[in-house]
């Protein structure tokens, strides 16, 4: 199995920083996409940023220019680097790794998400 433990959610100010961290573990023989996706109370999960293991990225417009997503390949990571923090982007934020792993002796490619972290942005 594949298991996806983030890190780094927190209580921050509006224009503050905060860095989410996402570490796959497991049968692991490579990952394609790693992203980060949120939910707000009410609302329906949406993408924030993706990264791809040749680290082409993609956006949200809404955090375009804030936010900066980056991952290590050699250690299976990804990391969300927020910057200007908006009260708009509070939400649970997940982790989501598109996996390739071993399986009685296959490969099977899979979706896997983390379990989420908070971030609020309050004054």
């Known amino acids: 199995q594949v298991q996806l433990v983030e890190s780094g959610g927190g209580l921050v100010q509006p224009g503050g920083s905060l860095r989410l961290s996402c570490a796959a573990s497991?049968?692991?023989?490579?990952?394609?996409?790693m992203g980060w996706y949120r939910q707000a109370p009410g609302q329906q999960r949406e993408l924030v940023a993706t990264?791809?293991?040749?680290?082409?990225?993609n956006y949200a417009d809404s955090v375009k220019g804030r936010f900066t997503i980056s991952r290590d390949n050699a250690k299976n990571t990804v990391t969300l680097q927020m910057n200007s923090l908006k009260p708009e982007d509070t939400a649970v934020y997940y982790c989501?790794?598109?996996?390739?792993?071993?399986?009685?002796?296959?490969?099977?490619?899979?979706?896997?998400w983390g379990q989420g972290t908070q971030v609020t942005v309050s004054s």
């Open positions: 497991g049968s692991i023989f490579s990952i394609r996409t």
């Open positions: 989501n790794a598109d996996v390739t792993r071993w399986s009685g002796g296959y490969l099977t490619t899979g979706d896997y």
């Open positions: 990264v791809t293991s040749s680290t082409n990225t």
